[in-house]
């Protein structure tokens, strides 16, 4: 299979970029300031086109990127340079380097992949029209998520602009379009918040929300476990089932995001979801044990939509749920969710697990 290759001289500025091209196709990191890669060759015919996110300030770094391309792209396969000075200078090293196409660095999340697609001979997929979108809003949660762990204040402004991003796709797409990128994350947690998201603004939508609440439920949905970016990475990682000592720990991340966001100035509808959206209509959920009446209906959405997404996950160590094997299981759970809402969800959920290109537009 062919690979877009990405050269970088800062890997974890490059591994941001390429997760976002792994939504096109896979895609090879490689720093070239590290000598083990000095001599780095790949099969001829199997680079798709090469992508460089390196800086011209030094010339070394300059000189070690010729030596990479000259070795890699035997066949002249698109080079996209990615300028980190946008200078006369700069241009020119690029165009020297022999890019196709150049493009801001700082400007590179949203437009990289679309920047990208016409290069490429074939065509890319279904879902490419969506992948800036999906991009963007995974650069968004990234960010949100880094704020939470470094114990940082969450800008509101973060989380609406990776909600926006959200609804653009949606109106471009279906939530199954967006599903099937999304699936091409390897964090599950980031997987999880885009999925919750995207499943809840779907909702919205079918229900008939007005544009503003539908941004607040998508919102409320992208920041629902904020708590787990406070949850030590061997748990929220393990792959596989956690203890009961590590589910405890787990769960605290209700409460934890909660804390996070109080006193920051977001609404109460948006604490609730955070707070209690693993909350039991019949009393059994944590962190407050609420009963019906308490659990506001903005919060009873997001729950389904949660644990719809938490059952349809693709996981290494298990095999992910069908749409329909998933919802039995929300009705299954008898007086803990809401009736009446987890009926209009059904249409989402099977819209979710159909085959790409069946669902209505
Ligand atoms: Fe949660
Ligand atoms: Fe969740």
């Not at 650069?139 to 653009?168: C, K």
């Not at 079918?206 to 544009?211: D, M, P, S, V």
């Not at 769960?251 to 966001?261: I, P, S």
Request: with cysteine; hydrophobic share 45%; charged share 25%.
């Amino acid at each position: 299979m062919k690979t877009l290759v990405l050269l970088t001289d800062t890997l974890a500025r490059g591994g941001q970029f390429a997760r976002n091209l792994n939504l096109i196709g896979s895609t090879l990191l490689v720093d070239v300031l590290d000598p083990e890669n000095a001599k780095l060759r790949l099969a001829s015919g199997t680079v798709r086109a090469i992508i460089s996110d390196v800086s011209f300030a030094r010339a070394s770094t300059v000189a070690a990127l010729r030596s990479h391309l000259g070795r890699l792209r035997v066949n002249r396969e698109p080079y996209l340079c990615l300028l980190h000075e946008d200078t006369p200078r700069g241009n020119a090293y690029a165009r020297a380097l022999g890019a196709v196409r150049i493009l801001r660095a700082d400007q590179a999340a949203y437009n990289l992949v679309s920047a990208l697609s016409p290069l490429l001979a074939e065509e890319v997929d279904q879902a490419t029209p969506i992948a800036a979108d999906v991009a963007s809003a995974d650069d968004a949660l990234t960010r949100i998520f880094e704020m939470g762990r470094s114990g940082g204040v969450i800008e509101a402004g973060l989380i609406a602009s990776g909600a926006e991003f959200i609804e653009s796709a949606l109106r471009k797409t279906d939530v199954r379009t967006w599903l099937e990128v999304i699936w091409r994350f390897d964090d599950a947690t980031h997987q999880h918040c885009l999925l919750v998201a995207d499943l809840a603004a779907g909702f919205a939508k079918h229900l008939g929300f007005r544009r503003a609440d539908c941004r607040r439920v998508t919102q409320a949905a992208l920041l629902h476990d904020i708590g787990k970016s406070r949850i030590p990475n061997a748990i929220l990682n393990k792959p596989g089932h956690l203890t009961d000592d590590e589910r405890t720990v787990m769960q605290t991340h209700a409460a934890l995001g909660y804390e996070m966001l109080l006193g920051q100035g977001y609404g109460a509808e948006m604490l609730a979801v955070v707070r209690s959206h693993h909350e039991y209509l019949d009393g059994s959920g944590y962190p407050d044990g609420l009963w019906g009446a308490d659990i506001p209906d903005l919060v009873r959405l997001v729950t389904i939509c949660d644990i719809y997404a938490a059952l349809i996950e693709r996981r290494p160590y298990r095999k992910p749920m069908t749409s329909e094997e998933g919802f039995a299981i929300l009705e299954g759970m008898t007086g803990k969710l809401d009736k009446d809402l987890l009926q209009a969800f059904r249409p989402v959920a099977t819209l979710a697990g159909e085959p790409l290109g069946v669902g209505p537009a």
